[in-house]
């Protein structure tokens, strides 16, 4: 089955430790993206790519880094410089590149990060 | 004012009530909107898209805009425990920025219970 895989489901990090969230889908998609979900919060765009070896930030990109070396990866790093890694990190995919205007998110099953 | 508003809840419903869940928001640009639903620790899956004014029924939810009041709503019939979720709008102007993907915007979500 077609899907959005991210891995670990449940992550800790240590104080000034950086932590790498995994996201791989078969689907083909284009554009891939990184959300994160406060308790009673909306979705904050960290992070999206377009096409292989490009992207772009988001609202919140600050104490992020991204890569896409890969159609089908998309890997987030927490680094020790996002003072507030708290969350649930969300990876979601959509067909095209972003540049159409019907196109649809889907999303991954989600990544709990928490603080030691 | 925040560019999409969604009372949070919870909201807590008998099994077989009807549910009326809304958002409302405050850029006239946005012609786009969708529901999402987001089971607990997971990630959210799209339930209804609609463009532009007018309903979209699709078995017991029925998608509602009204870009005259800047309000769209969403309706379920013959409410189910399984539809205890929460409840995520969305909306997008259906045009891309210069330099970047179509951004998509989130409410906050509604938390509802459906009680057997």
């Known amino acids: 089955d077609g899907g959005i895989t991210q891995s670990p489901k449940y992550l800790f990090r240590k104080e000034g430790q950086n932590v790498t969230l995994s996201c791989e889908q078969n689907l083909n998609h284009d554009a891939m993206y990184w959300y994160r979900q406060d308790p009673g919060q909306g979705l904050r765009l960290i992070y999206y790519s377009q096409i292989v070896n490009d992207f772009q930030k988001g609202d919140i990109a600050e104490g992020y880094s991204v890569s896409r070396e890969k159609k089908e990866s998309f890997p987030l790093t927490v680094t020790s410089a996002q003072k507030n890694p708290t969350a649930f990190y969300l990876c979601?995919?959509?067909?095209?590149?972003?540049?159409?205007?019907?196109?649809?998110?889907?999303f991954g099953s989600g990544t709990q990060l928490s603080v030691l | 004012q925040k560019e999409v508003e969604q009372d949070p809840g919870p909201l807590s419903v008998p099994e077989g009530a009807i549910v009326s869940l809304n958002c409302t928001y405050s850029n006239s640009a946005f012609q786009y909107f969708m529901w999402y639903r987001q089971y607990s620790r997971k990630g959210p899956e799209l339930l209804m898209y609609t463009y532009s004014s007018g309903n979209k029924e699709d078995g017991r939810f029925t998608a509602q805009v009204d870009k005259s009041s800047k309000y769209i709503s969403l309706f379920i019939r013959d409410s189910q425990p399984s539809d205890s979720a929460t409840y995520l709008c969305a909306m997008k102007m259906g045009y891309v920025l210069r330099g970047g993907s179509e951004k998509l915007v989130f409410g906050k979500g509604t938390k509802l219970t459906v009680n057997p």
């Open positions: 979601a995919s959509t067909a095209g590149g972003g540049y159409t205007t019907n196109e649809k998110l889907f």
